[in-house]
């Protein structure tokens, strides 16, 4: 198990975000759980990307995602290093 300190709310809502594109309950979703195994197809993944922009205001780097090995932990971190790189932000990577 990877006990990877996050912050709560915004894990909570970027797997708010993912359950609702798959229709599973939240706590359903684990964080080592690919999208594939999801049963999130490639343009379904990139929907989800682009409502995880939208919800964040923040863009992904154009070749951040592979959808067959990444999963909904990667996704997370993902999401909390836009936001950390984000103009204006405390913590913003060079």
């Known amino acids: ?16 975000v993912i359950a609702r594109q798959v229709n599973l309950e939240p706590a359903a979703l684990h964080p080592e759980a690919t999208l594939k195994s999801l049963g999130i197809a490639s343009l379904d993944a990139i929907e989800l990307i682009f409502d995880l922009e ?27 290093q ?3 790189n984000r103009p204006g932000e405390t913590g913003a990577a060079a």
């Open 1 to 16: 198990m990877n006990a990877v300190p996050i912050d709560e709310p915004i894990r909570d809502r970027i797997v708010a």
């Open 54 to 80: 939208e919800h964040f205001d923040i863009t992904f780097p154009e070749d951040s995602a592979d959808f067959n090995t990444d999963t909904v932990q990667h996704l997370i971190d993902a999401v909390e």
């Open 82 to 84: 836009a936001l950390a």
